[in-house]
């Protein structure tokens, strides 16, 4: 397995794997399609997405990190492909976001999920993201209902 950052030929599979993912387990928002058409904006306001690879480049996971419009940084479309549950590679792709974060210099990171995904909340609190208020005005999903926060 490797870690690459974002290129164009990943394009589509990040956004597959995502809505593969939130469909799964609940239904994908005005919101989630607006982040998926705006992925150029959120790379181009220096955001990044990495992707873990097997050994013939099949992508196994994905995750975003990205400025918000309140200057907050977002960890957010975060998924691993069925098969690929528990192989670590959606770990990887989380580390790679939270390295850049600190490479960046970004201050805090946030992410908001839902007690559903308790595989990822565990992970969550492992790299150690502490459990914050969820500001409804601030994170417009239905399905958020617990969000994190993590000092770098």
Request: proline letters at 3%; glycine letters at 6%.
């Amino acid at each position: 397995m490797k870690i690459v950052p974002y290129e164009e030929k990943y394009k589509q599979d990040f956004i597959d794997i995502n809505k593969e993912w939130i469909s799964a387990m609940f239904e994908i928002e005005g919101q989630d399609e607006n982040e998926f058409d705006d992925i150029d904006h959120y790379l181009k306001n220096g955001g990044q997405i990495f992707f873990a690879l097997d050994d013939q480049d099949a992508v196994m996971a994905t995750c975003m990190i990205a400025p918000r419009e309140d200057g907050d940084w977002e960890i957010m479309k975060f998924a691993a492909r069925g098969m690929y549950t528990g192989t670590g590679a959606g770990s990887a792709c989380l580390k790679a976001c939270i390295d850049y974060a600190k490479e960046k210099q970004i201050p805090h990171l946030i992410i908001v999920s839902n007690r559903k995904c308790t595989h990822a909340i565990h992970l969550y609190r492992k790299f150690g993201f502490q459990e914050m208020p969820v500001d409804r005005e601030k994170f417009p999903f239905e399905r958020a209902d617990i969000a994190f926060e993590m000092s770098l």
